[in-house]
T-cell receptor, first 112, second 112 residues
Framework: DAKTTQPTSMDCAEGRAANLPCNHS???????VYWYRQIHSQGPQYIIH???NNETNEMASLIITEDRKSSTLILPHATLRDTAVYYC?????????????FGTGTKLQVIP | EAQVTQNPRYLITVTGKKLTVTCSQN?????MSWYRQDPGLGLRQIYY???????DKGDVPEGYKVSRKEKRNFPLILESPSPNQTSLYFC???????????FGPGTRLLVL
């Protein structure tokens, strides 16, 4: 799986959009970008994933650059409950299961 | 309710005393895995299993054993725990071709 690089921490005002960047410059053509988040010490929670097109669901939007070397997770209206560590990972989407490397993630603090 | 359960949630033990952390899922998932989480190191995969009787090493398998005799259960075994295995452990499961992983609530282990 390709290595990802994320900022260690970020702050965001409550009600504003939170934009979390991720660099994955060594991503290969068949690797997807996934985002998870972990609130306090709970089990990580899936947010969204994509290959090359932008994706949106009820939780967030994922913007992937045209060269696929980076992506941004957008929480459109951050709330205090979005305070968490956000992990960006890349992995191959296939019938087989592979090792998964989460990295250290970005600690997002939503400020009232 | 679809869930991944782990037991125990908290455990204090001494060096060398064998222990088992159980993991069970009720979603009929083929794939299961174990992670450990340590400050500054993020989530690291220990072992994973693609189906019954099929397991493979993750990034940090040393000192751990697993077995997959039934589809729903994937216990993590520490034959001779050491203090460097003090950590927060997570079990996860997923379906093939659905890369979303569902995580358990975590097991906090302290080895004295």
């Amino acid at each position: 799986d390709a290595k990802t690089t994320q900022p260690t921490s970020m702050d965001c005002a409550e009600g504003r959009a939170a934009n979390l960047p991720c660099n994955h410059s060594t991503i290969s053509g068949n690797e997807y970008v996934y985002w998870y988040r972990q609130i306090h010490s709970q089990g990580p929670q899936y947010i969204i994933h994509g290959l090359k097109n932008n994706e949106t669901n009820e939780m967030a939007s994922l913007i992937i650059t045209e060269d696929r070397k980076s992506s941004t997770l957008i929480l459109p209206h951050a709330t205090l409950r979005d305070t968490a560590v956000y992990y960006c990972i890349v992995r191959t989407y296939s019938g087989g299961y592979q090792k998964v490397t989460f990295g250290t993630g970005t600690k997002l603090q939503v400020i009232p | 309710e679809a869930q991944v359960t782990q037991n125990p949630r908290y455990l204090i033990t001494v060096t060398g005393k064998k222990l088992t952390v159980t993991c069970s899922q009720n979603m009929n998932h083929e794939y299961m895995s174990w992670y450990r989480q340590d400050p500054g190191l993020g989530l690291r995969q220990i072992y994973y299993s693609m189906n019954v009787e099929v397991t493979d090493k993750g990034d940090v398998p040393e000192g751990y054993k697993v077995s997959r005799k039934e589809k729903r259960n994937f216990p993590l075994i520490l034959e001779s725990p050491s203090p460097n295995q003090t950590s927060l452990y997570f079990c996860a499961s997923s379906l093939p071709n659905q890369e979303t992983q569902y995580f358990g609530p975590g097991t906090r282990l302290l080895v004295l």
